[in-house]
C-alpha cells in the first residue's frame, strides 16, 4: 500500500463526510480484514446522495447538483479513485437520499 495516497483518500472521506453532515453528527470510520485485504470505510449520516447520481460520483469534476457544498472543485473524489485504483485496490460508495452515505476502498495485503 502507498500509505501517502492511503491516507488522503481516507481524509478526502472524512472532509466530505463532515461537510455534508449536520453538527453533532456521528461519523464512522472502519477498518478490517477481508480475505486477503483491507476493507476501509466512512459513514455519515447526511442527507444522502440521490441514486441517479452515483455511477457519477467518482467522475472528474462532477458535483451532485444541489449539494449545499460551500466549496470543493469536483476532483477529489476522482483523485481518490485513482490513487486507490493505481495500488490494485477498488473503491465504492453506498447511498440513500436522507440515510447518509458510506464510501470505501478495498486494498490488497501483501502476501
Do not use: C
Amino acid at each position: 500500500m502507498d500509505a501517502e495516497k492511503t491516507t488522503w483518500v481516507l481524509i478526502n472521506f472524512l472532509t466530505n463526510a463532515i461537510k455534508f453532515s449536520q453538527l453533532q453528527t456521528v461519523i464512522e470510520v472502519s477498518a478490517y480484514p477481508k480475505d486477503n485485504a483491507v476493507e476501509f470505510s466512512v459513514l455519515d449520516h447526511g442527507g444522502g446522495i440521490d441514486e441517479k447520481y452515483l455511477p457519477r460520483i467518482f467522475d472528474r469534476y462532477f458535483k451532485v447538483p444541489g449539494a449545499q457544498e460551500r466549496s470543493g472543485t469536483g476532483l477529489g473524489l476522482a483523485i481518490s479513485k485513482e490513487f486507490i485504483e493505481a495500488q490494485g485496490g477498488a473503491i465504492w460508495v453506498k447511498s440513500r437520499l436522507g440515510e447518509g452515505s458510506k464510501f470505501g476502498f478495498v486494498l490488497q495485503t501483501a502476501t
